[in-house]
Structures are given as structure tokens and as C-alpha cells.
């Protein structure tokens, strides 16, 4: 009858081990994030060689709108219709948002210092607009890898390989 007994005590004794280490060794992502501080993450690394193309805070809290864009190797311009009905306002939460020819969409998005960018999935509304271009718009910002410019720059240029996307404040 003491084995028994004394199997329980040892399970329970290294059940209250593991979470005490879970405890102390928990991940800072896990923690909340203190009122004013910016969580949009942020990745400090940069390739050997590489210049970083400005500061990630640069597009924060800025809503940026379409200029130009194309396809790139060959440099194929990309028209939209209504350019100026094509915006993106980039949070200072990690959340994004903008308008289309036809709807608003948000999502979330991540910088790094060497010019890193990505974009969550999109939500967006569902209005049907004939000829819209929303789908050529979303489809080139979730394709997005990069970004270039300064705070002194009131261009923003988001490109990936195959295309370039130029927006101004």
C-alpha cells in the first residue's frame, strides 16, 4: 500500500515543479502590453551589407495614398481608375486599414528595421461595385515584402518581387 502512496506524492510534487517553471520561465510574449508602448513587432536583424530603409515608426499612425504602381522586371505601369480612393493607414497597434474604389478593409501588419514588411489577412466589407479594382489592390499588398522611405520622404514604396507600389502621405 506505501508504493502506491508514495508514486502519487512524487507525481504531484514534480506536477508542482513543472508549474513553477512554467510560471518563472514564461515567455515575455505573454505579458500585456504597458499603455503607450508601440506592439507592433519589430524585427532588429539586418542582412549583411544591407542598409535599413528607414525607421519602422516612419509609417505609423500615417495614412498613405496610391500613386503608382507596376510590375516589375519589365516596369509595367499598373492603372487603377480612381487612384485616390486607394489609401492605407498603418496604426501604431500593429493594425492597418484603408479604402478601395468600393470598400474599407483592416487587418494587421509587422515591420522589421531591414525593410521587412508583411500584412495579416485582410477583412473588408462587402459591397459589389462593378468595375471595382479592390481584388487587383489587396491581392498586391498581401504579396507586399518590403518597404523603402524616410519621415523626410512623403513617399512610401512597398514592393515585392514581382511589383512596386508607390503611395504618398
Request: proline residues 8%; charged residues 15%.
Amino acid at each position: 500500500m506505501k508504493q502506491p502512496l508514495t508514486t502519487v506524492g512524487i507525481l504531484i510534487v514534480l506536477g508542482a515543479l513543472v508549474l513553477l517553471f512554467a510560471t518563472v520561465f514564461k515567455s515575455n510574449n505573454d505579458l500585456p502590453i504597458p499603455e503607450g508602448e508601440n506592439p507592433v513587432v519589430v524585427n532588429p536583424k539586418l542582412p549583411a551589407g544591407s542598409t535599413p530603409p528607414g525607421s519602422p515608426g516612419f509609417i505609423q499612425g500615417v495614412t498613405f495614398q496610391w500613386i503608382e504602381g507596376m510590375f516589375l522586371p519589365a516596369r509595367t505601369p499598373i492603372e487603377f481608375k480612381n487612384p485616390k480612393a486607394f489609401t492605407i493607414t498603418f496604426g501604431m497597434d500593429g493594425k492597418v486599414s484603408g479604402t478601395t474604389d468600393c470598400n474599407s478593409f483592416s487587418g494587421d501588419y509587422q515591420v522589421g528595421s531591414d525593410g521587412a514588411i508583411t500584412f495579416g489577412p485582410f477583412m473588408s466589407t462587402k459591397m459589389y461595385c462593378d468595375g471595382s479594382q479592390e481584388a487587383e489592390f489587396l491581392n498586391m499588398l498581401a504579396k507586399v515584402a518590403r518597404y523603402q522611405g524616410e519621415s523626410q520622404m512623403n513617399v512610401l514604396i512597398l514592393e515585392s518581387e514581382e511589383m512596386m507600389m508607390v503611395l504618398a502621405k
